[in-house]
């Protein structure tokens, strides 16, 4: 589902329309994937944590770090509508 969703999005356009959103809404597999993806990776390297007796301060980081990009880049984004 990944890849055909990449391939699609990156590959077809149309020229008759203008505003083809295809490559927006095209992507949103893709995203929902990376989306899993993320949540079992962040999983795994809190058990992990958890098992070496380690805090999850790193994890932390990390989420906190993902969670301003995306954030900003919604903000920027709802900018640029305007």
Do not use: Y
């Not at 589902?1 to 927006?24: E, H, K, P, Q, Y």
């Not at 992507?27 to 899993?36: G, K, R, S, Y």
């Not at 920027?76 to 305007?82: G, N």
């Amino acid at each position: 589902m990944f890849g055909v969703s990449v391939l699609v999005s990156t590959f077809v356009r149309s020229g008759v329309i203008a505003t083809n959103d295809l490559g927006w809404r095209g992507f949103l597999p893709a995203q929902f994937v990376m989306l899993l993806w993320g949540a079992e990776f962040l999983m795994r390297r809190g058990e992990r944590a958890m098992a070496d007796g380690k805090p999850g301060k790193r994890i932390s980081q990390l989420v906190a770090a993902q969670s301003g990009l995306g954030a900003v880049a919604a903000a920027r984004r709802v900018r640029h509508s305007l």
